[in-house]
Nanobody, 121 residues
């Protein structure tokens, strides 16, 4: 069993900051990519940022220069620092982890339950 527990969402004014955390626990051989996605009402879920086990990062164009993703491999935790927040950043943010189950490299994708981020204008 693998569980992803997110925290850090909330209500913030435009221009403010929030930091999201996602801790992965359970039977884990290793974790490859970890990332954050978001889904606003009436829209499809979209990638915000992801980070590979080696540290390479990828960001959506809409958050480049404002958001920063990082990970603590020792504690199987991924973070999303969100600065200069805008009302259009309002969404439910989901954590995703590609959990490797054995030394053969087979992996399963797990999702967190989601955390609400609301940015007021």
């Amino acid at each position: 069993q693998v569980e992803l527990v997110e925290s850090g969402g909330g209500l913030v004014q435009a221009g403010g900051s929030l930091r999201l955390s996602c801790a992965v626990s359970g039977t884990i051989f290793a974790i490859n990519a970890m990332g954050w996605y978001r889904q606003a009402p009436g829209k499809q879920r979209e990638l915000v940022a992801d980070i590979k086990s080696g540290g390479s990062r990828n960001y959506a164009d809409s958050v480049k220069g404002r958001f920063s993703i990082s990970r603590d491999n020792a504690n199987n935790t991924v973070y999303l620092q969100m600065n200069s927040l805008k009302p259009e950043d309002t969404a439910v943010y989901y954590c995703k982890a590609n959990v490797i189950r054995t030394h053969y490299g087979d992996y399963v994708i797990y999702w967190g339950q989601g955390t609400q981020v609301t940015v007021s204008s």
